[in-house]
């Protein structure tokens, strides 16, 4: 294990910066996802610290190491990306144990070791098989093991579940925390998908346009945003940011941000008068789409199956002591 920090990191390309001083200490042992929309430098920050992308400025260590300028295989990293890229031609073991074999490594070793990472990975009934007659998932565990079996400091995942279904990619999140658990080393995970990174993370880093807008837990960063930019990317469906005059009417200086489930609807009196527009029936809750003359469009959660026609009149009203303030 190992932790993670940087140091006023800078990239550039050409004359644009991407990354614009990046501080962060990701603590040993932590599960930390990168978050935020495409465009914002999740990728290009993880690159900078596996050493596939050079650093403009600032500084990378790694377990007290500067790694600035060293090499990707002198850091104590392993990398997962999205795709794969496992050997066609080569079985499970033969995939798994294929840096062992690069490395000269003797063969009892790299059984010994293969077949442990087998065993967590629950991999053993397939390390017979060639790629082609794998699941999309145990292709992935395969990429995961075959970097396990080095034995990194640091684990680096680029958005390694977007190629799997939805069903699947739950399946592998569970996965992969459980993996997280077992062998307590340190994990950075790139993701645009903010359930992903809700599910999965000790630690969130939320980037916006080359720098973090805020750093926490989940439930840190769910229940106290810094800025509307996270309240309004964490949180599915996102929540309701009302702005000038309508924000100033509420007590915000600038935004007013209530989630759709702290909204509470009804017939009779209520704090903004609404017509509904669309409904999203999901079973466990029900999605409620309202356009305010007040206040514009409103999203609200009510849990369980309830009834709602298009063009009902109903009202909305915050739940006491549950907005942000902007």
Same mark, same amino acid.
């Given at each position: 294990?190992?932790?993670?920090?940087?140091? /006023?990191?800078?990239?550039?390309?050409?004359?644009?910066?991407?990354?614009?001083?990046?501080?962060?200490?990701?603590?040993?042992?932590?599960?930390?996802?990168? %978050?935020?929309?495409?465009?914002?430098?999740?990728?290009?920050?993880?690159?900078?610290?596996?050493?596939?992308?050079?650093?403009?400025?600032?500084?990378?260590?790694?377990?007290?190491?500067?790694?600035?300028?060293?090499?990707?295989?002198?850091?104590?990293?392993?990398?997962?990306?999205?795709?794969?890229?496992?050997?066609?031609?080569?079985?499970?073991?033969?995939?798994?144990?294929?840096?062992?074999?690069?490395?000269?490594? @003797?063969?009892?070793?790299?059984?010994?070791?293969?077949?442990?990472?087998?065993?967590?990975?629950?991999?053993?009934?397939?390390?017979?098989?060639?790629?082609?007659?794998?699941?999309?998932?145990?292709?992935?565990?395969?990429?995961?093991?075959?970097?396990?079996?080095?034995?990194?400091? %640091?684990?680096?995942? /680029?958005?390694?579940?977007?190629?799997?279904?939805?069903?699947?990619?739950?399946?592998?999140?569970?996965?992969?925390?459980?993996?997280?658990?077992?062998?307590?080393?340190?994990?950075?995970?790139?993701?645009?998908?903010?359930?992903?990174?809700?599910?999965?993370?000790?630690?969130?880093? %939320?980037?916006?346009?080359?720098?973090?807008?805020?750093?926490?837990?989940?439930?840190?960063?769910?229940?106290?945003?810094?800025?509307?930019?996270?309240?309004?990317?964490?949180?599915?469906?996102?929540?309701?940011?009302?702005?000038?005059?309508?924000?100033?009417?509420?007590?915000?200086?600038?935004?007013?941000?209530?989630? @759709?489930?702290?909204?509470?609807?009804?017939?009779?009196?209520?704090?903004?008068?609404?017509?509904? #527009?669309?409904?999203?029936?999901?079973?466990?809750?029900?999605?409620?789409?309202?356009?305010? #003359?007040?206040?514009?469009?409103?999203?609200?959660?009510?849990?369980?199956?309830?009834?709602?026609?298009?063009?009902?009149?109903?009202?909305?009203?915050?739940?006491?002591?549950?907005?942000?303030?902007?």
């Amino acid at each position: 294990m190992a932790d993670v920090v940087l140091t /006023d990191l800078r990239k550039s390309f050409g004359g644009l910066e991407v990354i614009k001083g990046v501080d962060l200490h990701i603590e040993s042992g932590e599960f930390c996802v990168f %978050v935020g929309p495409s465009g914002c430098g999740k990728s290009t920050l993880l690159r900078m610290i596996s050493g596939l992308e050079d650093v403009s400025s600032g500084r990378i260590e790694i377990g007290g190491k500067d790694v600035t300028r060293a090499e990707p295989k002198d850091r104590g990293i392993a990398m997962v990306f999205q795709s794969y890229a496992l050997y066609p031609h080569l079985t499970v073991r033969e995939n798994i144990g294929f840096g062992l074999s690069l490395a000269r490594r @003797p063969k009892a070793e790299i059984k010994e070791k293969v077949d442990a990472v087998a065993r967590t990975l629950q991999l053993e009934d397939y390390l017979d098989r060639k790629p082609k007659a794998l699941s999309g998932g145990q292709r992935q565990r395969v990429a995961i093991g075959r970097s396990i079996v080095r034995d990194p400091s %640091v684990f680096l995942f /680029d958005e390694p579940l977007s190629n799997l279904d939805a069903a699947l990619r739950a399946q592998m999140r569970i996965e992969l925390t459980d993996l997280h658990a077992k062998l307590g080393t340190t994990m950075i995970y790139v993701t645009h998908d903010q359930v992903e990174a809700m599910t999965m993370a000790d630690k969130i880093v %939320v980037l916006n346009g080359g720098r973090i807008e805020q750093v926490g837990a989940p439930m840190e960063l769910y229940d106290r945003p810094a800025t509307p930019f996270v309240a309004g990317f964490i949180g599915s469906p996102k929540m309701n940011l009302l702005e000038g005059e309508a924000a100033r009417k509420m007590g915000a200086r600038e935004v007013y941000g209530i989630r @759709p489930e702290h909204l509470v609807l009804s017939e009779g009196d209520g704090r903004w008068a609404g017509t509904v #527009r669309h409904v999203e029936r999901l079973g466990a809750d029900t999605i409620v789409h309202l356009e305010s #003359r007040e206040v514009g469009p409103l999203l609200a959660r009510v849990e369980g199956h309830r009834e709602f026609r298009l063009g009902q009149e109903v009202t909305a009203s915050p739940a006491e002591g549950r907005a942000v303030l902007f």
